[in-house]
């Protein structure tokens, strides 16, 4: 599992699901991380920095910090998720959903606007099953 942190020493951690070997795996270039999201087919986790107006990515094969997207149509990013070859994130400022391509979000475009505030954001693949489905069918 991942987690971010602000506090003190805003980082980046991870751990096993039983929450033994608990390590950080991002410690600078940080400040008010938010909405991890994991890219497991390309060994990638994806935040935003809702300080520093950032999307960036971790590479967990080679050990380097990639910067997709700096400033500019980023005010106050906080929610992240991605599916397939897509990321999409919210933002405080903008009451909009983004979307953008997953490799270099150079195409990133409002997807949904009109909205309230939105804070968080998760995707399903409407093709795998989807826990807790059984609880919605009555």
């Not at 994991?38 to 971790?58: G, P, T």
């Not at 150079?106 to 505030?117: P, R």
């Amino acid at each position: 599992m991942y987690w971010c942190d602000w506090g003190s020493k805003p980082k980046i951690e991870l751990a096993n699901m039983d929450g033994h070997g608990r390590r950080e795996l991002v410690t600078r270039g940080l400040y008010w991380p938010n909405g991890l999201t994991l890219d497991d087919l390309n060994n990638r986790l994806y935040w935003v920095d809702a300080f520093l107006d950032v999307l960036e990515y971790y590479d967990l094969k080679i050990h380097k910090i990639t910067t997709l997207l700096k400033d500019g149509i980023l005010l106050h990013p906080f929610g992240l998720t991605s599916i397939d070859d897509q990321l999409y994130w919210t933002d405080w400022y903008n009451p909009v959903v983004y979307k953008a391509d997953k490799r270099t979000a150079s195409n990133a475009n409002i997807l949904v606007s009109g909205l309230s505030q939105p804070m968080d954001i998760h995707a399903y693949d409407r093709n795998k099953t989807v826990p807790g489905k059984d609880l919605l069918q009555t």
